[in-house]
């Protein structure tokens, strides 16, 4: 079955830096790939996904890019705020399978 | 748009009661999960469901149960509960033939 690994578990990056949070995936059937921010005491929400027909894609100050060859994909924020500090999780998904998400990288923007 | 709620934001129960932990959605969506949220280990699944009175394990049912009655209503039944089941229970729904998963604001269970 599908396993995600995700790295870094922890990452403090300072405001107005860059941050960026990797994911790789094991079953090469999957072919969609959600983030969550999860904001303390609350539920997850989808900031962005990827179907595996792109490569990338981009809202705003965040984006996600996907390598299906060797099976990873990223999150990346730019111009970082202090309302980005959360927790980010990842997932793969193939139709008619479930879910599988990553542990989760916990995000501290520093003023 | 589309909603999700849960029973209890916060619960806390004895070592051997039985434990009901309820999720509503509002949106006709025909597949209903529950995960577990454990620091370091992510959300990891318990049952799903697809359809009424279907229901399916995933990859943590031990200790547990569901039941869905209706479309819109899919429960969590913890037996017996134990102490290594304090944890975050997140219920979500999943439209089928949509890929985009709504989670509800999550219950946050101590076993004491």
């Known amino acids: 079955g599908e396993n995600v690994e995700q790295h870094p578990s922890t990452l403090s990056v300072q405001e107005g830096d860059s941050a960026v949070i990797k994911c790789t995936y094991s079953?090469?059937?999957?072919?969609?790939f959600p983030w969550y921010k999860q904001e303390l005491g609350k539920r997850p929400q989808l900031i962005i996904d990827?179907?595996?027909?792109?490569g990338e894609k981009k809202d705003q100050r965040i984006a996600v890019t996907l390598n299906k060859t060797a099976k990873h994909f990223s999150l990346h924020i730019t111009e970082t705020q202090p309302e980005d500090s959360a927790v980010y999780f990842c997932?793969?998904?193939?139709?008619?399978?479930?879910?599988?998400f990553g542990p989760g990288t916990r995000l501290s923007v520093l003023p | 748009d589309v909603k999700v709620t849960q029973s209890s934001r916060y619960l806390v129960k004895r070592t051997g009661e039985k434990v009901f932990l309820e999720c509503v959605q509002d949106?006709?969506?025909?597949?209903m999960f529950w995960y577990r949220q454990d620091p370091g280990l992510g959300l990891r699944l318990i049952y799903f469901?697809?359809?009424?009175?279907?229901?399916e394990k995933g990859d943590i049912p031990e200790g547990y149960s569901v039941s869905r009655e209706k479309k819109e209503r899919f429960s969590l039944i913890l037996e017996s509960a134990s102490t290594n089941q304090t944890s975050m229970y997140l219920c979500?729904?999943?439209?089928?033939?949509?890929?985009?998963?709504?989670f509800g604001p999550g219950t946050r269970l101590t076993v004491l």
């Open positions: 997932a793969g998904y193939n139709y008619g399978q479930n879910f599988v």
């Open positions: 079953d090469s059937a999957s072919n969609y």
């Open positions: 990827i179907r595996s027909n792109v």
């Open positions: 949106m006709d969506h025909e597949n």
């Open positions: 469901s697809y359809d009424v009175k279907m229901k």
């Open positions: 979500a729904t999943l439209g089928t033939g949509t890929d985009t998963q709504y």
